[in-house]
Structures are given as structure tokens and as C-alpha cells.
């Protein structure tokens, strides 16, 4: 069955770095364009990058643009969420997502915390 597996996640400083990871299985991962989305408490669920399936396309909402940068190795069936430039407000869960045959699917997410 189709597993999505994310890590990556911790506590950074305002102004930090962290690369997210998410381990993909069950089905063919460079069929997919991948997604990252994000919730904060309290906040619905936030679209912050996609990827389309041979990676040659992305696209960020406008609060990460130019400090997110959302990558995958097809090889390794894991898609990547580099975050720069870390702000308070990128607290959230952190999930990743893909849609299949009308179905989305969901890891179980992994939690970033920006704070000093």
C-alpha cells in the first residue's frame, strides 16, 4: 500500500536552515507530482510547494518563495523541502502528499518549530 514516510522535522533559531524528507512506497514514484503542505494550530492545511513527477516543474506558494526549495530523487523515491531562512511563522506540521488514481495520500507528518 502506498506509504509516505516524513523526517527531517525539529527546533531551529529564526533566520535557520532544515531539510525535510519524505520516503515514498507502494507505487511508482516518478509517475507522481509530490507535494508538500503544511498546518499550523489553530490554521487549516496550507499548500507550501509541488513538484511534478519528473521534477522539471515546481511551484511555491508566496509565503516560502525564495526560502523553500522542494526537490525529489526519483531514484531514491524520496522528494526534499530545503527550508532557508526559517521564520516563526513556518511553524507547522509538515506533511507530504500525493494523488492517486483520485485518492490522495498522507504521511503522518513531521513537526518544524522556529523559535528562539
Known amino acids: 500500500q502506498v506509504q509516505l514516510v516524513e523526517s527531517g522535522g525539529g527546533l531551529v533559531q529564526p533566520g535557520g536552515s532544515l531539510r525535510l524528507s519524505c520516503a515514498a512506497s507502494?507505487?511508482?514514484?516518478?509517475?507522481?507530482?509530490m507535494k508538500w503542505y503544511r498546518q499550523a494550530p489553530g490554521k487549516e492545511r496550507e499548500l507550501v510547494a509541488t513538484i511534478t513527477s519528473d521534477g522539471g516543474g515546481t511551484n511555491y506558494a508566496d509565503s516560502v518563495k525564495g526560502r523553500f526549495t522542494i526537490s525529489r530523487d526519483n531514484a531514491k523515491n524520496t522528494v526534499y523541502l530545503q527550508m532557508n531562512s526559517l521564520k516563526p511563522e513556518d511553524t507547522a506540521l509538515y506533511y507530504c502528499?500525493?494523488?492517486?488514481?483520485?485518492?490522495?495520500?498522507w504521511g503522518q507528518g513531521t513537526q518544524v518549530t522556529v523559535s528562539s
Open positions: 502528499n500525493t494523488r492517486r488514481l483520485s485518492t490522495n495520500y
Open positions: 507502494g507505487f511508482t514514484f516518478s509517475y507522481y507530482d
